[in-house]
């Protein structure tokens, strides 16, 4: 599996026929090193919530690769109304789907949708935990601390990836010690750096775990992970 972060909260998983991008903010984003229209044979969309630097470019995506999105019940019902394929779940809920498995995750966050200066519900803020091929992959969108983490050991995840940047979300210190709940393998620092207001050192972050191998990446920066890592 490659996993590549291209900043600030969008992460692009690879598989096999599968490959799904997280939190697609692409074309507004002020530090992205791609574009949307780079973006090809997309199979599935995940949204963890409805604030703008999440759902993103999402739709684009979705119309140009025929994707399925896949959200909460109220992003999902949103979406529709641009004409795209989706597929709602809400937190706790698993499924299975061609490509391996789908579990939302509890996340502690807003979810509100900005629509021509309306805010519409988005409902509930999540996480995903995406396991293809045999490797768990769990991405926390934007979240603070929660003791619920602890429960992630039990999933045995592979790769985290953790937001750091403060504010808005967890901050180094807190994600450190979500690190130490989840105990994954790998664990990634994103959501930091885009604005002034989320300026954090992933270097610190790291220095700070010694539960999981911390690795920080580079604008897309890709790793390759396998079932036996």
Same mark, same amino acid.
């Not at 994707?67 to 779940?89: D, P, Q």
């Not at 966050?109 to 988005?122: E, L, M």
């Not at 992933?202 to 790793?223: Q, R």
């Given at each position: 599996?490659?996993?590549?972060? $291209?900043?600030? !909260?969008?992460? $692009?998983?690879?598989?096999?026929?599968?490959?799904?991008?997280?939190?697609?903010?692409?074309?507004g984003n002020p530090l992205s090193k791609t574009s949307v229209d780079s973006l090809v044979d997309i199979?599935?969309?995940?949204?963890?919530?409805?604030? *703008?630097?999440?759902? *993103?470019?999402?739709?684009?995506?979705?119309?140009?690769?025929?994707?399925?999105?896949?959200?909460?019940?109220?992003?999902?019902? #949103?979406?529709?109304?641009?004409?795209?394929?989706?597929?709602?779940?809400?937190? *706790?809920?698993r499924r299975k789907f061609d490509f391996g498995t789908v579990k939302m995750t509890n996340a502690l966050?807003?979810?509100?949708?900005?629509?021509?200066?309306?805010?519409?519900?988005?409902g509930n803020p999540c996480g995903f935990i995406i396991e293809v091929g045999g490797i768990k992959v769990?991405?926390?969108?934007?979240?603070?601390?929660?003791?619920?983490?602890?429960?992630?050991?039990?999933?045995?995840?592979?790769?985290?990836?953790?937001?750091? *940047?403060?504010? #808005?979300?967890?901050?180094?210190?807190?994600?450190?010690?979500?690190?130490?709940?989840?105990?994954?393998?790998?664990?990634?620092?994103?959501? #930091?750096?885009?604005?002034? $207001?989320?300026?954090?050192?992933?270097? #610190?972050?790291? !220095?700070?775990? @010694?539960?999981?191998?911390?690795?920080?990446?580079? $604008? @897309?920066?890709?790793?390759?992970?396998?079932? @036996?890592?």
């Open positions: 599996m490659k996993l590549t972060y $291209l900043g600030h !909260s969008a992460l $692009l998983i690879e598989e096999g026929h599968f490959k799904g991008i997280i939190d697609p903010f692409i074309s199979t599935h969309i995940f949204v963890t919530h409805g604030h *703008g630097d999440h759902i *993103g470019d999402a739709v684009e995506i979705a119309r140009a690769n025929n994707a399925l999105i896949i959200a909460n019940h109220e992003i999902c019902a #949103y979406l529709n109304r641009f004409k795209v394929r989706t597929h709602s779940m809400h937190i *706790g809920g966050h807003g979810s509100g949708i900005s629509d021509g200066g309306t805010i519409i519900c988005g769990y991405h926390a969108g934007d979240t603070g601390l929660t003791l619920d983490m602890k429960l992630l050991e039990d999933e045995k995840i592979d790769a985290a990836f953790l937001p750091i *940047g403060g504010n #808005y979300t967890m901050d180094a210190d807190d994600a450190a010690i979500a690190a130490g709940f989840i105990k994954a393998k790998i664990t990634v620092p994103i959501h #930091y750096d885009t604005f002034g $207001l989320i300026k954090a050192d992933p270097f #610190y972050f790291k !220095s700070k775990v @010694n539960s999981s191998e911390v690795v920080v990446l580079e $604008l @897309n920066e890709g790793i390759n992970i396998n079932a @036996n890592i």
